[in-house]
């Protein structure tokens, strides 16, 4: 980290942590002039400041041998934090922290980075001295989440930390980065001052626009408008700056302005910073929006925008955004790239609160998703996204969050245009969009095809308990719109069951099934009493109200019915009212047609489906993963653009994960071909070497029973082929077996992807294919997806093939690619699967230079 990175302290403060430079000499003896008389003996053991000062000329020295990180907040070094290795892979630790933020956090993340960043270095265990009175510091390495050890020596205690990492650390720094990311956002999101930068007396301006709606939404803290050249806008009066003490300041002045108007923020030492103001990186001007982000970041200011409409929390009557109109109050937070988009939610939808992030220069969907976790205002948090940030984290957090709340997701750009260029028959098939289902899917995210589509499932969720299962009564007063909610459940997965006998009173239905219909004639009493009687019922899981007005009672009396029927209900009701959208009384979903009711209802059934499951244990399987990266690394030092690796560096790496492949042996012509095949054995197969299709060319011969045979089909091959055939493998005929393929993507930002599927020619004109991302946790549920899983456990008459072996396998490609970033794409195929194991006959792994991407425990802002 040359030069650092961003964190978020307990109480919503930024900092910044990187590495110390000998130039931090000034600084570090300026922070032990600021240090007590107290601080400086509770960490050099000695009065006075003599040894501190030496100490940091040391620290800062050309011959300094340890590893120090230094903490930087508003321009000042306010920490510095070290480990320096000893004999036998320890480190001694040590830890400076300004007096001044004592109490913030930063001297438990600072030691939460250096210990990763010694245990990255090989160091195994951490030592220090802490006096005993040093109360606080011993707290601190106590609940930091490593094992410690103590040891009593006259008033010193000698701590020794486990450098690695361990769950109760996960946990730790999961928790203080969800605690330190709410506090950054409660007072941009809970305000209890807005001042409105470029507010106009010009009824058409944004500014005007977003004063008019604080003004009218009631909002209860001082409202400043700030504009040098007004003595007052829609009756307040104005500010020529924005005043000291602001929590958020919205900002809609011209571009050129803005950086100015950011660093008169920062002086005045306000919170939150929402920018209106389009003309940043979406427009190319990527250098303004960095120095914006830069002067935030420095000030400890959290960024919303720029380019965006602002933002909204009903519960606190704060509406400062320029929408048209006023946002009602409900229970769906919401967060939008699309300034569009988000007016036509905030349209169809009640929202707790709702955040346009616009660029998303800093506040992304990440933050909010710590923030709306514990909001006791919001119980379903919808997105829309045209990029991620940080996909990773992304799916940490939402896995977290989903288990108490519903994420939506609707994440524009299916495009299968992947950021690197691919060849395999995995890559074709896991383009990025694959990765965003798999991803989401693994968090338990709701992922939606359309914005309609969120505000249906957001509706229903919102007002709704879960439904327990799949069964679904539908009773209503028409039999055609029925008959189609019946047929969508089906197409859904969910079911329509027979209903008991008794259920309902036979005189008042034409049928008693399952549809229930009423009949046109039946009234708002009959339709509320069915409704009633089947919410009560344990034969279903949710009840769907078809209604087709104005039959019957009337469509305002029968909505009446039914929403009074619903009431107490212990299993989701909704209703389709034809032609009807929105809410009955405020707590039934009604849609107009019957497929939008059942798709919605089938997303809250396999979301509360995965809220029951548990979740599945990691897999960890015996693996050699430093001679995998040894054989990668000096592929990538042959070849620093990277490529596919030879065949005997395949197999070598694949069987460093435990990966059963066939033998091979590689021949450049017919002679050795033949000698080969003497070797591995007979019946022999033959395949082409070089950038080619094996398949589509003619590239293999199976079932060659001789070696001459086998000479023979090397000159017919290399004819056939031509300059692009470098030579062949010889291998032994595999038994048969079904063949599979197996293969996996890494991408630099969503990470690995693990595939399986239908293989051999077959693999691409069937596309009969299942993905996960890594650890695979579930490698059975995952076969069962395919259409072919079938063949694995004898179909008509064939013999059951090990399936276990295949499970055992995309486990230990998924620990391959998660180990190994490098590893671009990797294809097998096939994989023969027989009665006796699975077998890899066909391996092809692409490799790529790349960053190792950050280690999920570093907290830090992206």
């Known amino acids: 980290m040359p030069e650092g990175y961003d964190v978020l302290l307990r109480d919503g403060g930024i900092a910044h942590v990187r590495p110390l430079r000998p130039a931090d000499r000034d600084a570090l003896h300026e922070l032990v002039d600021r240090s007590s008389e107290r601080s400086a003996y509770l960490r050099f053991f000695t009065g006075g400041r003599s040894t501190a000062h030496a100490y940091m000329d040391r620290v800062a020295g050309g011959d300094y041998r340890g590893h120090a990180l230094v903490a930087v907040m508003r321009g000042r070094l306010v920490a510095v934090a070290e480990y320096i290795p000893i004999d036998g892979g320890g480190a001694d630790l040590a830890i400076l922290i300004d007096d001044a933020v004592h109490g913030h956090g930063l001297g438990t993340l600072m030691l939460e980075h250096v210990a990763l960043d010694a245990a990255g270095h090989g160091v195994r265990e951490l030592v220090a001295d802490v006096l005993t009175e040093n109360r606080p510091m011993l707290r601190v390495l106590r609940d930091l989440g490593l094992d410690v050890t103590e040891r009593n020596e006259g008033g010193t205690l000698h701590v020794t930390i486990a450098a690695e990492p361990t769950a109760r650390?996960?946990?730790?720094?999961?928790?203080?980065?969800?605690?330190?990311?709410?506090?950054?956002?409660?007072?941009?999101?809970?305000?209890?001052?807005?001042?409105?930068?470029?507010?106009?007396?010009?009824?058409?301006?944004?500014?005007?626009?977003?004063?008019?709606?604080?003004?009218?939404?009631?909002?209860?803290?001082?409202?400043?408008?700030?504009?040098?050249n007004a003595a007052e806008v829609a009756g307040l009066p104005c500010h020529a700056k924005v005043p000291d003490g602001v929590d958020l300041a919205v900002v809609a002045v011209p571009a050129r302005h803005v950086l100015d108007v950011a660093r008169d923020c920062a002086a005045a030492g306000v919170a939150g910073l929402v920018v209106l103001t389009s003309g940043f990186a979406e427009t190319g001007q990527r250098d303004g929006e960095s120095e914006l982000l830069e002067i935030c970041r420095t000030a400890g200011m959290r960024l919303i925008g720029p380019n965006c409409l602002g933002v909204v929390n009903t519960g606190a009557r704060l509406n400062a955004s320029f929408l048209p109109h006023h946002p009602v109050q409900g229970r769906v937070a919401l967060m939008s790239q699309s300034g569009a988009v988000?007016?036509?939610?905030?349209?169809?939808?009640?929202?707790?609160?709702?955040?346009?992030?616009?660029?998303?220069?800093?506040?992304?969907?990440?933050?909010?998703l710590e923030y709306w976790e514990d909001d006791p205002g919001t119980d379903v948090i919808a997105l829309y996204l045209e990029s991620f940030g940080n996909p990773r984290k992304f799916a940490r957090i939402a896995r977290r969050v989903g288990a108490r709340k519903p994420v939506l997701l609707v994440k524009s750009g299916r495009s299968d245009a992947g950021g690197r260029a691919v060849r395999s028959h995995t890559a074709a098939a896991a383009t990025p969009d694959v990765a965003v289902d798999a991803l989401t899917r693994a968090a338990g995210v709701i992922r939606l095809d359309s914005v309609h589509e969120l505000i249906d499932a957001a509706k229903l969720l919102a007002a709704q308990p879960l439904p327990e299962g799949p069964r679904v009564a539908v009773v209503g007063n028409s039999g055609g719109p029925q008959a189609m909610a019946a047929d969508a459940c089906e197409s859904h997965g969910l079911t329509v069951p027979e209903l008991p006998a008794g259920l309902l009173d036979a005189r008042a239905a034409a049928a008693l099934g399952n549809p229930v219909d009423l009949t046109a004639d039946a009234t708002a009493a009959e339709i509320g009493a069915a409704v009633r009687a089947l919410a009560g019922s344990s034969e279903v899981d949710a009840v769907l109200v078809v209604y087709t007005p104005p039959f019957g009672s009337g469509l305002e009396e029968t909505r009446r019915a039914i929403a009074e029927a619903a009431k107490g209900a212990a299993k989701p009701v909704l209703a389709c009212v034809a032609g009807h959208d929105g809410l009955i009384d405020g707590r039934v979903p009604s849609y107009a047609f019957p497929e939008q009711a059942v798709q919605a209802l089938a997303h809250a059934v396999r979301y509360a489906g995965w809220r029951r499951s548990a979740e599945p244990a990691a897999v960890t399987v015996a693996a050699d993963a430093e001679a995998a990266r040894q054989i990668v690394q000096a592929a990538l030092k042959e070849h620093p653009d990277g490529g596919w690796l030879p065949p005997e560096a395949t197999v070598s790496l694949l069987r460093c994960y435990g990966v059963n492949v066939t033998e091979s042996v590689e021949a450049h012509d017919a002679e050795a071909a033949a000698e080969a095949a003497s070797r591995v054995g007979l019946p022999a197969v033959?395949?082409?070497?070089?950038?080619?299709?094996?398949?589509?060319?003619?590239?293999?011969?199976?079932?060659?029973?001789?070696?001459?045979?086998?000479?023979?089909?090397?000159?017919?091959?290399?004819?056939?082929?031509?300059?692009?055939?470098?030579?062949?493998?010889?291998?032994?005929?595999?038994?048969?077996?079904?063949?599979?393929?197996?293969?996996?993507?890494?991408?630099?930002?969503?990470?690995?992807?693990?595939?399986?599927?239908?293989?051999?020619?077959?693999?691409?004109?069937?596309?009969?294919?299942?993905?996960?991302?890594?650890?695979?946790?579930?490698?059975?549920?995952?076969?069962?997806?395919?259409?072919?899983?079938?063949?694995?456990?004898?179909?008509?008459?064939?013999?059951?093939?090990?399936?276990?072996?295949?499970?055992?396998?995309?486990?230990?490609?998924?620990?391959?690619?998660?180990?190994?970033?490098?590893?671009?794409?990797?294809?097998?195929?096939?994989?023969?699967?027989?009665?006796?194991?699975?077998?890899?006959?066909?391996?092809?792994?692409?490799?790529?230079?790349?960053?190792?991407?950050?280690?999920?425990?570093?907290?830090?802002?992206?």
């Open 342 to 368: 988000a007016a036509a939610l905030l349209d169809r939808l009640e929202v707790s609160s709702f955040v346009s992030v616009g660029n998303k220069a800093d506040v992304s969907g990440n933050d909010l």
């Open 686 to 862: 033959l395949k082409a070497v070089g950038p080619v299709h094996k398949s589509d060319v003619g590239g293999v011969r199976l079932g060659l029973q001789t070696t001459d045979e086998v000479r023979q089909a090397y000159h017919d091959m290399s004819a056939r082929i031509g300059q692009e055939m470098t030579g062949a493998l010889v291998q032994r005929l595999a038994p048969g077996g079904v063949e599979i393929i197996v293969g996996g993507v890494n991408y630099p930002a969503f990470g690995p992807v693990v595939m399986v599927g239908m293989g051999g020619v077959l693999a691409d004109l069937l596309a009969d294919r299942a993905f996960r991302v890594p650890p695979i946790t579930d490698p059975a549920a995952m076969l069962a997806e395919l259409r072919c899983a079938p063949l694995l456990h004898g179909y008509r008459g064939s013999p059951a093939v090990a399936a276990e072996a295949l499970q055992d396998q995309l486990v230990r490609i998924g620990q391959l690619l998660d180990d190994l970033p490098q590893v671009a794409e990797l294809d097998l195929n096939p994989v023969i699967v027989s009665p006796d194991g699975a077998l890899t006959v066909d391996a092809r792994i692409r490799v790529l230079p790349c960053q190792p991407p950050p280690s999920p425990l570093l907290r830090r802002l992206r």
């Open 169 to 228: 650390l996960r946990a730790g720094i999961e928790a203080r980065d969800h605690e330190a990311g709410r506090a950054s956002l409660a007072r941009v999101l809970t305000p209890r001052s807005v001042a409105v930068i470029g507010a106009s007396r010009d009824e058409r301006a944004v500014g005007h626009k977003v004063l008019r709606n604080l003004l009218d939404g009631g909002f209860p803290g001082p409202i400043h408008p700030v504009n040098p």
